[in-house]
């Protein structure tokens, strides 16, 4: 069997981080790569905009239905250009373990050889990254996952949830598990912004992958259903996307970041709230907080 270049990408709830997968998913198949994405979080619309807008039958929800045995094409279905979809799922409502859809989604994968059937040059995994736990550390823990990659805007709780993220990476790196490659920057509309994020690798020894600044075009798209790659190929936006892809699939970098203890964090937050006003002082008109 081939290797497989498994990627995950983690970001809180509303970040972006589905938006951003799903674009690199479809950049990649562009470029002629075979292409599976996994949707690892309990709202399952992962890969909604690689369906055309449409919800597909999850994991979880296929096996709670429990008609006869489940079959790999119940769970895998075709989006755009040919990426295979699927979503893990959640559990009903008030009942279980949110991150137990990624354990029963893998293991279910890999029992029914989904990966040596569709020959996938690389697979990517929509991780939610609130909490890093249980079942949502499980590409993490479990080394799933060749690399990690983290989606954060420059607003704190993104940057909170990165943070925790390295705390995991760390935790789990000298047992076998997955490392990290790079923090994608999303909605980046300011230079301060850039400026934030960049400071943030640096206190954490770590990288940025890329840079996304926020556009319409992304609006647009997905209000059609469609991911920018697909509705708008020849914009400014899709060409972001198709450099960021492009790297992250050559991207070699492998590594654990030092993440920031709690008290650390607090106090570099801080100090940028401090230089913010001072900013907003001298530019008043230009930036907004």
């Given at each position: ?210 840079f996304v600044p926020r556009s319409l075009a ?72």
């Open positions: 069997m081939k290797k497989i270049k498994e990627i995950a990408i983690y970001g809180k709830g509303g970040i972006g981080k589905s938006t951003t997968t799903s674009n690199i998913s479809a950049a990649l198949s562009d470029a002629g790569y075979n292409v599976m994405q996994i949707g690892c979080d309990p709202k399952s619309d992962s890969t909604n905009t690689l369906t055309g807008g449409k919800s597909i039958p999850t994991v979880l929800e296929s096996l709670r239905k429990g008609r006869g045995a489940l079959k790999i094409e119940d769970v895998i279905f075709e989006g755009f250009n040919g990426i295979h979809c699927i979503e893990a799922g959640g559990p009903e409502p008030g009942v279980g373990c949110a991150g137990r859809g990624i354990i029963t989604a893998v293991e279910f994968l890999k029992q029914q050889n989904v990966f040596e059937e569709y020959s996938p040059d690389v697979v990517l995994y929509d991780v939610l990254g609130d909490v890093v736990c249980g079942g949502f550390a499980m590409p993490i823990r479990e080394g799933v996952a060749d690399q990690v990659y983290t989606v954060s805007s420059a607003d704190f709780m993104a940057i909170y949830a990165a943070n925790n993220l390295f705390k995991g990476i760390k935790k789990y790196s000298t047992g076998g598990g997955a490392l990290f490659s790079g923090l994608i920057a999303n909605s980046i509309t300011f230079s301060a912004q850039k400026d934030i994020l960049e400071d943030f690798v640096k206190k954490t020894e770590s990288t940025i992958a890329g992304v609006t647009q798209a997905e209000l059609s259903g469609k991911t920018t790659i697909e509705a708008n190929p020849d914009s400014d936006q899709a060409k972001v996307y198709k450099k960021l892809a492009n790297d992250i699939y050559k991207n070699k970098n492998e590594y654990v970041p030092s993440p920031l203890e709690s008290d650390q964090l607090k106090d570099w937050a801080e100090s940028w709230s401090d230089k913010l006003i001072e900013l907003k002082k001298q530019e008043e008109g230009d930036f907004k907080i």
